[in-house]
């Protein structure tokens, strides 16, 4: 089945440690992409990759870094810099560039709580 | 900037009637307007989208959506609720000039009761 997975679907960890949220794709998309989710918020973008080996900041990035050296991976580090990480964190991938119609395919998520 | 607002945080209805999700979107060109909807503690899943073709778009389980430029609305419609609607809804727009990054609305929870 074609799809997008996020493990592990819960996790738990101590304030201070980095802990890395994991993503994978095999649709073939060359976009991929990280959003937080807060309550009442909606989604908030943290970084995007439009292509291997490159990724941008987006909304709210400080905290948060990630790799993209495969096309099928783009995984997500949260780090002892983010204030705040309980959240629930969404992976999504799409077709990139013009006349893509840019519609983006999730994942189930990661309920990542910091205790 | 874009921008969408959605202009309900809950909305409650009786199942069997129809549904009114409201939508209003800020752009100076003309966006990619897209609603999802999502289960509790699942991932988002694509209801609709509308990328300058027909005005009036349907999408999945019954739902449809009107893009109205003059009102700068997208609201999202479904003539009878089924219990299995219950979920929360994004109204999302695309950027201008990026058309990879995508701007949420802060979401309505829809309740269904019986």
Redesign the interface.
């Given at each position: 089945d074609g799809g997008?997975t996020?493990s592990p679907k819960y996790l738990f960890r101590k304030e201070g440690q980095n802990v890395t949220l994991s993503c994978e794709q095999n649709l073939n998309h060359d976009?991929m992409y990280w959003?937080r989710q807060d309550p009442?918020?909606?989604?908030?973008?943290i970084y995007?990759s439009?292509i291997v080996n490159d990724f941008q900041k987006?909304d709210i990035a400080e905290g948060y870094s990630v790799s993209r050296e495969k096309k099928e991976s783009f995984p997500l580090t949260v780090t002892s810099a983010q204030k705040n990480p309980t959240a629930?964190y969404?992976c999504?991938s799409?077709i990139?560039?013009?006349g893509?119609?840019?519609?983006?395919?999730?994942?189930?998520?990661t309920?990542l709580t910091v205790l | 900037a874009q921008s969408v607002t959605q202009l309900d945080s809950h909305v409650s209805v009786s199942e069997g009637t129809p549904v009114l999700l409201r939508c209003n979107y800020s752009s100076s060109y003309s966006p990619s307007l897209f609603w999802y909807v999502q289960h509790p503690n699942k991932g988002l899943q694509l209801l609709l989208k509308y990328t300058s073709a027909a005005t009036l778009v349907k999408g999945i389980n019954g739902f449809e959506a009107e893009f109205k430029k003059s009102e700068t609305s997208f609201h999202l419609t479904k003539p009878s609720a089924h219990m299995s609607d219950a979920a929360e809804y994004f109204c999302v727009v695309s950027e201008e000039g990026n058309t990879d990054k995508l701007i949420f609305g802060t979401g309505t929870r829809l309740q269904v009761f019986p």
């Amino acid at each position: 089945d074609g799809g997008i997975t996020q493990s592990p679907k819960y996790l738990f960890r101590k304030e201070g440690q980095n802990v890395t949220l994991s993503c994978e794709q095999n649709l073939n998309h060359d976009a991929m992409y990280w959003y937080r989710q807060d309550p009442g918020q909606g989604l908030r973008l943290i970084y995007y990759s439009q292509i291997v080996n490159d990724f941008q900041k987006g909304d709210i990035a400080e905290g948060y870094s990630v790799s993209r050296e495969k096309k099928e991976s783009f995984p997500l580090t949260v780090t002892s810099a983010q204030k705040n990480p309980t959240a629930f964190y969404l992976c999504a991938s799409s077709i990139s560039g013009l006349g893509a119609n840019n519609e983006q395919f999730f994942g189930p998520g990661t309920r990542l709580t910091v205790l | 900037a874009q921008s969408v607002t959605q202009l309900d945080s809950h909305v409650s209805v009786s199942e069997g009637t129809p549904v009114l999700l409201r939508c209003n979107y800020s752009s100076s060109y003309s966006p990619s307007l897209f609603w999802y909807v999502q289960h509790p503690n699942k991932g988002l899943q694509l209801l609709l989208k509308y990328t300058s073709a027909a005005t009036l778009v349907k999408g999945i389980n019954g739902f449809e959506a009107e893009f109205k430029k003059s009102e700068t609305s997208f609201h999202l419609t479904k003539p009878s609720a089924h219990m299995s609607d219950a979920a929360e809804y994004f109204c999302v727009v695309s950027e201008e000039g990026n058309t990879d990054k995508l701007i949420f609305g802060t979401g309505t929870r829809l309740q269904v009761f019986p």
